[in-house]
């Protein structure tokens, strides 16, 4: 039976279907109209992702049934045009649940004149058929010893949730957090670049330093410089050194000299280092491409040693497809490069026998001055993933993966480009 009366929390994620049963996308959001006049919000549609994670508005209207594991919309067609907030609407889980609010109960006196969270909103459908928010799910400051309790109140007894005061600085993150846990780096820049900037900046400043450095890497090059500009100089500073320093030093080539210089001079030396020196090479040459943070063995590693290297979880696929051998020292720029030892050939060879006795020294390695083009054609000419960087002394000093050669092949809005506009029919 479909539901009539639903929490925007229980949406979130679920599956959008056709008349026909074909799934069309998931729902990320619920689209809401504040009033000033104290009366329900109404409920204007929901923010459905399709596969492409293009973002789109469906009108609540278009919403026949609401099933715990799917909504249904009725005949017509659902236009694709990207879904873009209008002024006086309000987005349920981005801005509205972790809002500070008053709530004024006879029944709850413990909460008179103090703030409270928005955990949830509970929205039902009228006899003329339109969605209203009629109940607002609250949580108070935790007590010592004791969990916060969740109370559930009339939206007539909630005050705080305008457009201007949900706009104010400084909202908490929590529910917001919660809806990231478990998800990949890319799908949390993702949904990050979908945030009004106000709530986009308040989850940069909740993430840790390495999670932080995740996303950041996986935003576009214009959404980095402005996330990184809105962080405290110290915390944009901590965010870089855990970046990955090909990374680090591709967003500090965006910014000018003096912000460049001044955030490097507040890294830790060892950390900021290798990020000057990639910062020297131009960035469509390997040296610009490469990380100087490869796999780095010396002669005397065994295969078993070799192996438990490169099964970091911190190392990509392509950087996790090859070792280098090396003389001391294995910081780069090392002793002389000896050659590398492919993961195949690793897992083939007996656990106590040495990486210095089973090198591919007939590889020819990268110079860091090659260009992009002539990079992309060592690879494809050789079938690697991952190839080294050697200097005019045969010193290691890095290694390029695939993963960023395609990151430079590929126009530099790549993350945001989209499929054409239009519509899509839903059939009967």
């Known amino acids: 039976m479909a539901a009539t009366r639903v929490y925007v929390a229980r949406l979130a ?23 000033y006049d104290r009366q329900q919000p109404r409920v204007h549609g929901l923010v459905v992702e ?9 009108p609540m209207l278009r919403v026949t ?35 500070a609010v008053r709530v004024d109960d006879p029944d709850l006196p413990d909460l008179a004149g103090v703030d409270v969270f928005v955990v949830d909103l509970a929205i039902e459908q009228s006899r003329t058929r339109d969605w209203l928010v009629a109940r607002v799910a609250v949580r108070g400051h935790r007590r010592l010893g004791r969990r916060r309790s969740v109370h559930v109140v009339d939206w007539s007894r909630v005050s705080g949730l305008t457009p201007y005061e949900v706009g104010r600085p400084g909202q908490d993150v929590t529910q917001l957090l919660a809806q990231f846990e478990g ?25 840790d330093d390495e999670r932080l450095a995740d996303v950041v890497q996986e935003l576009p090059d214009d959404d980095q410089v402005d996330l990184l500009g809105h962080l405290e100089v110290g915390r944009a500073a901590d965010v870089l050194e855990a ?5 680090a030093a591709d967003l500090l080539g965006e910014l000018s000299t003096g912000e460049r210089e001044s955030l490097l001079a507040l890294m830790d030396p060892e950390e900021a280092e290798p990020v000057r020196r990639l910062l020297v090479h131009s960035p469509d040459t390997a040296g610009g491409l490469m990380t100087p943070k490869p796999v780095i063995l010396t002669p005397a590693t065994t295969v078993a040693e070799a192996l438990a290297r490169v099964r970091n979880p911190d190392l990509t696929p392509a950087l996790a497809s090859m070792v280098f051998v090396v003389r001391p020292p294995t910081a780069t720029p090392t002793g ?25 020294s007939d590889l020819s390695p990268l110079r860091p001055e090659v260009p992009l083009a002539a990079v992309t054609r060592y690879f494809a000419t050789y079938n690697l993933v991952c190839g080294p960087v050697v200097d005019a002394e045969n010193h290691l000093l890095g290694a390029v993966s ?10 530099e809005d790549w993350r945001e480009q989209e499929q054409a506009i239009g519509e899509v029919r839903i059939h009967e």
Not at 13 to 35: C, K, N
Not at 183 to 207: F, G, Q, T, Y
Not at 243 to 247: F, K, L
Request: hydrophobic share 45%; glycine share 8%; charged share 25%.
């Open 183 to 207: 998800m990949r780096a890319p799908d949390v820049a993702h949904l990050l670049r979908e945030l009004p900037e106000k709530r986009r900046i308040e989850v940069a400043e909740a993430l």
């Open 402 to 411: 695939v993963d960023d050669v395609l990151d430079h092949l590929l126009p």
């Open 336 to 360: 002389r490069y000896l050659g590398c030892v492919h993961i195949q050939q690793l897992l083939r060879e007996p656990p106590a026998h040495l990486v210095g006795g089973i090198l591919d």
């Open 65 to 99: 049934g609401i099933e715990p594991g799917a909504v249904t919309l009725n005949t017509g067609t659902v236009s694709l045009r990207r879904f873009a907030q209008r002024a006086g609407e309000l987005l349920a889980m981005a801005q509205i649940v972790d809002s």
């Open 50 to 58: 399709l596969p492409t994670r293009r973002r789109i508005f469906v």
């Open 243 to 247: 970046m990955d320093p090909d990374d």
């Open 13 to 35: 994620g679920l599956v959008v279907l056709g008349p026909d049963g074909e799934s069309i996308g998931r729902i990320r959001d619920v689209v809401v109209a504040i009033r």
